[in-house]
């Protein structure tokens, strides 16, 4: 909708001569204004309930909302951040990182962007990277369990595994009922051997409100890993179609220990996925 710029009245000062026979001088017209032309308005930021929709979006639907609203204002922190997050769902983890570090050249205490370009490093296996902007974040918000959390997972990639246990230490006492927490803490026990305190804390993490799929295909990862395929035929069954389920199973058996030789190492096995 175009709106058109209001024009203040002129007013003008009239000086009435004085003539013979009570004639009286004619009033001047006042002088013609010309009209300001309107200018049409240019596309508009999104509203905040628009924003907020944008989240049930398609990663690649979402990567171009929110670049979209980044061209908009290049300083749009939450734009970049979102377009960093939605790249990444795409699997652009260098793309991802690069959107993220654009906001802390003008914000570099922003604890979302950080995160993000953490979380970017650790998408594309460069956990070394991550470890930087992930203490930052840390230091910036330290109850914040998602930075120690995201630590554990760098510094693992790191080959640091006693930091790595104590980053996801730290975060479980931040967060104990968080699912994600118990889950990458899982993790770490699983790639390091102890298969037992992992499922422990999968089953745990699988039990709490708002577990998502992807706890539940861990612990049948590392139910699949011991042999106990009825067990995690189960768990795959309840979020996978059957031709998925086939296939996952076939690789779980594949994977598991048998008795032609060693197990493999779940790093072999995230390799493989």
């Known amino acids: 909708m175009c709106r058109m710029s209001a024009l203040a009245a002129t007013a003008l000062t009239l000086s009435l001569v004085a003539l013979p026979a009570m004639a009286k001088a004619p009033k001047a017209?006042?002088?013609a204004v010309a009209a300001t032309p309107a200018t049409p308005e240019g596309p508009r930021p999104a509203s905040a309930e628009e924003r907020g929709?944008?989240?049930r979006l398609d990663?690649?639907?979402r990567a171009a909302f929110w670049g979209r609203e980044s061209d908009l204002d290049p300083r749009d922190g939450e734009a970049a951040v979102g377009l960093a997050q939605a790249l990444r769902a795409m699997g652009k983890y260098e793309d991802a990182a690069q959107a993220a570090q654009r906001v802390l050249i003008t914000d570099p205490k922003n604890v979302e962007a950080l995160l993000e370009v953490a979380r970017a490093q650790v998408g594309r296996g460069q956990g070394f990277y991550a470890i930087e902007p992930a203490r930052q974040a840390q230091a910036l918000a330290p109850q914040d369990w998602r930075a120690p959390s995201l630590l554990g997972v760098a510094y693992d990639q790191a080959s640091r595994?006693?930091?790595a246990?104590?980053?996801h230490r730290l975060a479980a006492r931040l967060a104990p009922e968080n699912p994600a927490v118990l889950c990458n803490l899982a993790l770490f026990y699983a790639s390091h051997g102890d298969a037992s305190q992992a499922e422990t804390l999968l089953r745990?993490?699988?039990a709490k409100p708002g577990a998502t799929m992807a706890v539940r295909q861990n612990l049948a990862l590392v139910l699949g890993l011991q042999?106990?395929?009825d067990e995690a035929e189960k768990l795959v069954r309840q979020d996978l179609p059957p031709e998925a389920v086939t296939n996952n199973m076939a690789f779980l058996r594949a994977a598991a220990p048998g008795p032609?030789?060693?197990p493999r190492s779940w790093d072999s096995v995230r390799i493989a996925q």
Do not use: H
Request: glycine share 8%; no cysteine.
């Open 29 to 31: 017209a006042p002088p």
């Open 53 to 55: 929709l944008a989240a």
């Open 59 to 61: 990663p690649l639907a």
């Open 161 to 163: 595994p006693e930091e």
């Open 165 to 167: 246990l104590a980053a």
């Open 204 to 206: 745990s993490a699988a």
């Open 227 to 229: 042999g106990r395929f």
């Open 260 to 262: 032609a030789g060693p």
